[in-house]
RNA sequence: GGCCCAAUGGUCAAGAGGUUAAGACACCACCCUUUCACGGUGGAAUCCCGGGUUCGAUUCCCGGUUGGGUCACCA
């Protein structure tokens, strides 16, 4: 057989070689240890948890190596790609503020190793392609999808391995003439790997995380062309990561059984393999067990469901890199302030086993990370939220900016913050009664106090209220007036003998509470009021006292 | 079915050949407190099974079990 022949058949418009690609994408010029990563996703208009997930390791691998993170767009099956799928992932980077430093924008590409979408470079891969024909390394391969189907069919029956590999890989020696005589005819073709491998021989590969691999040889003549002469993903990997001289690919640990034919794809090219780093997979309870999180099955998969929500995007971060590190949460306790990137991220600390997903443990993260934030701070978060998916609220917090900063800033700051916002979508609940618009009182009040009592008590403490008073002097003359109706103003003493009161300043409280928030749970109920003014607290008195 | 990866409380996990086997979430109780939230104290709860190596194994080795992944002209 006369390779070089065969090439030129298959690849008649094709003259470059891969000498001519290393000198069009060079080493890249960086320091020692610094690290190339990239973030490699299909545009199936769908960026979920896991994506984040690598792209958070891709990201601070890169830059605290001093090395570069780049996007490439794995556009390669064009039954998949959604309209407007790029957008979604550059709005990804941006929404959670990860940087790439070049790859694919949307105007067109940023950097010297492009094009970043793998469509366009199809002249690279054939260029590999046509090099490894002429070295006898692959053959055009004209087996249809029904005889492939046979073909596993008969594997099953035999119980042998599936796939393309040794006497199933039939057109491995066709003869020129035959192949020629095809060609003529019009036949579709792929190209394949001529494989030499043999699974009973065993290969070493490392892994960031895992450590070194022990893994049988690949033995199956894979597809590297498809009949369109786009690439699989296999060999756009290789081929790719080669020239944009990634040297750290981090993937989901679904590619391990195909990571020897990777290292045999880089070995035939006469390439240098990259290191890796498979990341496991989050993971769901399911019934009894668990399973990979789905797409289909698990809203919480896709990160719309976060923003939809309103978890802030830095509690979404927080929550993966304690997954990715376990020792990041000791180090958020220590350092509260600092920002995400200060942390030392290390592989080597990563889990090999997969996690279940625990949103609980999210729950508690978004508490915290909204629990640091100033009035200013989440003002600058829940406006946007609140104008994206609830116009109405998002006009009250406009209204006047002073008075919602002042209610944003109640319990906030402090070694003890509140928390009482898990997400930005149960704020317009929890501030409810801060608006005349959303207030829906409830005023079932305390068994001890009967309504009019009540009302009398509101009565009274409309006239005694003075805005001016500090929260002492306030709180002092809530005592007093629990004392005239009788209640006790001494909680310990009331505690040791309930039985000597009707009841205490704590059920004079609740009306008092029930009147100004319309509730019997609310943040410190003088605070409530410095910030509603008098006006507003008069109102309100005034509306219960008619109510009830 | 073949191949690959994994296994410490309910969840995330630290950990070392000899430990009272960290910590966090969730849960329970109590304390603080005018409510709630925060905070504090305490509690319950874990080394998958069987062999081997060893004075000693949850830790190392081998089997098994269980879970997960993968076997496409998808990535």
Redesign the pocket.
């Known amino acids: 057989m006369n390779y070089t022949e065969l090439a030129d058949l298959l690849f008649p418009g094709v003259s470059g070689t891969p000498e001519d690609l290393e000198r069009r994408y060079p080493p890249r010029a960086l320091p020692e240890g610094a690290r190339v990563t990239r973030m ?3 545009p199936t208009g769908f960026m979920h948890l896991g994506n984040l997930f690598g792209a958070m390791v891709d990201e601070r691998l890169a830059h605290q190596s001093g090395g570069v993170f780049f996007l490439r767009i ?4 064009q ?2 790609e959604v309209a407007g799928g790029v957008e979604t992932i550059l709005k990804v980077f941006d929404d959670y503020a990860l940087p790439f430093d070049e790859g694919a924008t949307l105007t067109g590409d940023a950097g010297d190793y492009g094009p970043y979408r793998q469509r366009q470079r199809a002249g690279v891969y054939h260029i590999c392609a046509r090099w490894l024909v002429q070295q006898g390394r692959a053959y055009p ?5 029904a005889e ?1 189907a046979d073909m ?1 069919e008969t594997q ?1 029956e035999q ?1 042998l ?4 590999y040794g006497s199933f890989a039939i057109y491995r020696d066709s003869t020129l003439d035959e192949i020629r005589r095809r060609l003529a005819d019009g036949q ?3 190209i394949r790997y001529r494989s030499e491998g043999s ?1 009973l021989n ?1 290969i070493k590969v490392a892994d960031l995380v ?2 070194t ?4 040889e690949n033995n ?1 003549d ?2 590297l062309l ?3 002469g ?5 060999f ?1 990997h290789v081929v790719d990561d080669h020239f944009m001289r990634t040297n750290v690919v981090v993937r ?8 020897p034919m990777h290292v045999q794809l880089f070995a035939a090219m006469g390439w240098k393999v990259p290191k890796y780093l498979h990341t ?2 989050l ?1 769901k ?2 019934g ?5 999180l ?1 797409k289909r099955k698990d809203p919480e998969l896709a990160l719309d469901f976060y923003g939809e929500k309103g978890y802030p995007v830095a509690a979404v971060k927080e929550y993966l890199m ?2 990715l590190n ?2 990041y ?2 180090w958020r ?1 220590a350092n509260s302030t600092l920002p995400l990137e200060d942390f030392a991220f290390s592989p080597k ?1 990563m ?8 949103m ?2 999210l ?2 993260v978004s ?2 990370v909204i ?1 640091r934030l100033d009035a200013a701070g989440v003002q600058a978060q829940l406006l946007p939220w609140a104008e994206k998916h609830d116009a109405d609220f998002a006009a009250l917090l406009k209204r006047d900016a002073t008075f919602t900063l002042g209610m944003l800033a109640i ?1 906030r700051g402090g ?6 916002i898990t997400v930005w979508g149960e704020a317009k609940a929890y501030f409810s009664f801060f608006f005349d618009e959303t207030f829906a009182p409830d005023y079932t009040l305390p068994q001890c106090v009967p309504a009019d009592k009540a009302r009398e008590m509101l009565v009274v403490f409309r006239d005694l209220y003075n805005p001016t008073d500090d ?1 002492t002097v ?2 002092n003359k ?1 005592k007093e007036m629990a004392k005239t109706f009788g209640y006790a103003d001494d ?2 003493a009331y505690k040791q003998n309930p039985e000597n009161w009707p009841g ?4 004079v ?2 009306v ?2 029930l009147a100004i928030a319309g509730r ?7 605070e409530v009021m410095r910030v509603m003014g008098p006006e507003m607290v008069r109102a309100r008195l005034q509306r219960m006292i008619d109510s009830i």
């Open positions: 490699a996703p299909s794995e556009d390669t099956d039954k998949r391969c004209f087996l249809t999808e492939l596993r099953a119980k391995n599936f796939g393309c579709p073709y792929v699974i065993r895992r450590g691999l022990d893994l049988p199956q894979v597809v498809k009949a369109d786009i690439p699989t993903y296999h756009a989901g640990e679904e590619w391990l059984p195909t990571l496991a997979h993971m309870q399911d009894g067990g668990k399973r990979k789905s304690s997954l376990s020792n949460e000791d306790a600390k889990s090999v086993s997969g996690a279940l997903f625990d609980d443990k729950d508690d508490r915290g629990a319990g070694k003890k913050p509140r928390k009482d929260s306030w709180f809530v909680m310990k205490s300043v704590a059920d409280s609740c008092l509470r019997l749970q609310s943040p410190d109920l003088y």
